[in-house]
């Protein structure tokens, strides 16, 4: 095993997490092309680590449906496909609805600050450009909110979900007159929440998420185009 990992000091149990964690990132970010074979010596060696947490980051993948292990050829990358995207966003669009509508019933004083913290700073870099930033934020932000339902089950279950769909629809920021959009519809959905009123967040908020749906559906049409 090549010396001076990065990952020497990480126990075993985590760092097969910490690969996990590298190698859906860089599938959801398309690093690695639809097909493309994973190799476990080319990514022990590039990681300098061993391969047995190798290869449980690909067992851990292919239970995410990310990659196939094909018996005799190897394990190769699956990716989503747009009707797997489209899937999620229904889930998060329905659950998010309901998870605004117990986060304005059940937060404290502390959780709107921390949400209002989160918009300044979406402001701040929206006024930047800054997308990689904004993208950052806007996962927080909507976690921010997960946590006010201070439900430990509602909070895991739409992390979840809101992570892959906010890393596969970063492609809806690249625009710039979404940056612009985007940060108008987080402020009507911190106004919403700052007036207590349900109906009005559970709108807003779905709202927000079928636009975003509908910027990555159209890029994905396009993208299918070109390829």
């Known amino acids: 095993m090549p010396s001076h990992s990065l990952f020497e000091h990480v126990s075993h149990g985590s ?27 080319t990514l022990a060696n590039e990681l300098k680590i061993s391969r047995t947490p ?23 990358v699956k990716g989503f496909s747009p ?21 304005i019933d059940r937060m404290d004083e502390e959780h709107l600050a921390k ?9 701040f870099y929206t006024a930047k450009k800054d997308q990689e930033k904004i993208n950052d934020l806007n996962i927080l932000y909507h976690e921010t909110i997960y946590q006010a339902t201070q439900s430990q089950y509602f909070e895991q279950l739409l992390k979840d979900v809101h992570y892959y769909v906010s890393v596969t629809s970063r492609h809806s920021i690249t625009q710039p007159e979404r940056l612009e959009t985007a940060i108008q519809e987080h402020r009507a959905i911190l106004d919403s929440i700052v007036a207590g009123d349900k109906k009005l967040a559970k709108d807003t908020i779905q709202k927000h998420i079928r636009k975003t749906q509908t910027l990555v559906r159209a890029y994905y049409a396009n993208k299918k185009k070109k390829g």
């Open 115 to 123: 949400i209002k913290d989160v918009f300044e700073l979406m402001e």
């Open 15 to 41: 760092l097969g997490n910490k690969i996990f964690d590298i190698l859906r990132d860089r599938i959801l970010n398309e690093e690695y092309e639809h097909g493309q074979k994973l190799n476990e010596l």
């Open 54 to 76: 190798i290869r449980e980051a690909l067992k851990q993948l292919e239970l995410e449906g990310l990659v196939e292990s094909i018996p005799n050829k190897g394990v190769y």
């Open 83 to 103: 009707r797997d995207i489209d899937d999620m966003f229904e889930i998060r669009c329905a659950l998010e609805g309901l998870a605004i509508q117990l986060a």
